[in-house]
Every structure is written in structure tokens, then in C-alpha cells.
């Protein structure tokens, strides 16, 4: 017996297909092939492939706030250390999914408006280089630039960590994340 068609069971369905094949493999009659109904019945639960991607992206977003929101380092310099680490983890745990969310911004660029769920995460790793310019832990002036330096370099070691380089070595790991974060902090005048 099928179940009964809704917007969770085809956000569910996205994802595993997501994290087993990645995110190009979906397509809506694909999915409703595999649930037995016709392509047309699942316009009742999402626009179009676009809708449903973004749905299962705001999920993955989701769990990464909730990740940097369970990191409980009062010090500035330390939970932007843990959030590094947690951001790592967190792409290399589902990498399918991981590369999905970057096709949703967290800023404005020319031509695409930024993804709410993206600008929250942002924000919320954002909030401890700020806070860490407050109290003089770094001396940078603008905590944007230096937020999405931050992010860049820990989002390349992610990258890195995905292509295979030390996956199964989870020492080297975290001595590439510590590396790269000691390095940004350093250059940002810790």
C-alpha cells in the first residue's frame, strides 16, 4: 500500500535520493514513479524540482543552526573553533547534501536573492566573529568580510575532506580543521 502523498514525504524521499545519488537525480517524475502516482499529482505538494530542493536544503540548513546553537563555548575565539569543526563534520556526514545547500546563497548576489534558511546560518557563525571583535580577540574592522573569510577557508577544508584526502583518517582530519582555523585567526590578528 502506498503512502499517502505529502509535502514531507516527498521532501523525505528527495533526500535520501540527495544523499545516495546527489541532487541532480532528482526529478519529479522519477519520484512519482518510485510513489506510484503521476508527475502531475505532486504539484498539489511542491511548485517544481526547484521548490523541493530548496525544501530539503533548508532542512540540512536547519541542522546546521541547530549545530551551532548546541555549541556551548562562552569564549568567542573558542566557539568559532568548535563551529568550524561542527560545520566539517556537518559536510562530511551527508555530502550530498552539503553540496545542495550552496546552490541556496546566504547573501544577496547579482540576480539571485539570498535563501533565508542560509542568511540564518550565516548569522548564526557570523555572531561569534562579531563577538569576537568585541572584545578584542581579533583585530579586524569588518566582521562581514571576516565571517565569510572564515567561511571560506573552513568551507574549502570541507571540500578537501570530500574529495577523499583523509576521510578515513580522522586524526589528520581535525588537524587540518585546527590548522586552517590557527591560520585564519592568526592572520586576523588573534
Do not use: C, N
Not at 67 to 86: K, L, M, N, Y
Amino acid at each position: 500500500m502506498r503512502p499517502p502523498l505529502t509535502r514531507e514525504l516527498l521532501v523525505d524521499r528527495a533526500r535520501a535520493i540527495v544523499e545516495r545519488d546527489g541532487s541532480d537525480a532528482v526529478t519529479l517524475r522519477g519520484l512519482a514513479r518510485d510513489l506510484g502516482v503521476t508527475a502531475p499529482a505532486l504539484y498539489a505538494y511542491v511548485e517544481d524540482k526547484h521548490d523541493l530542493l530548496a525544501a530539503v536544503a533548508t532542512e540540512h540548513f536547519e541542522r546546521l543552526v541547530e549545530r551551532f546553537a548546541a555549541i556551548d563555548e562562552t569564549d568567542p575565539v573558542e566557539r568559532i573553533r568548535a563551529q568550524s569543526r561542527a560545520y566539517v563534520a556537518h559536510a562530511v556526514e551527508s555530502p550530498g547534501l552539503f553540496r545542495l545547500m550552496f546552490r541556496f546563497p546566504p547573501r544577496p548576489m547579482p540576480g539571485v536573492t539570498a535563501f533565508p534558511p542560509a542568511e540564518k546560518a550565516f548569522e548564526s557563525a557570523a555572531t561569534a566573529i562579531s563577538d569576537a571583535i568585541e572584545i578584542g580577540a581579533l583585530s579586524v574592522d569588518d566582521a562581514t568580510v571576516a565571517s565569510l573569510a572564515m567561511w571560506a577557508a573552513v568551507h574549502g577544508v570541507a571540500e578537501v575532506l570530500l574529495t577523499g584526502l583523509w576521510a578515513d583518517d580522522e586524526a589528520a582530519s581535525r588537524l587540518l580543521v585546527e590548522t586552517v582555523v590557527d591560520t585564519m585567526l592568526d592572520g586576523m590578528g588573534r
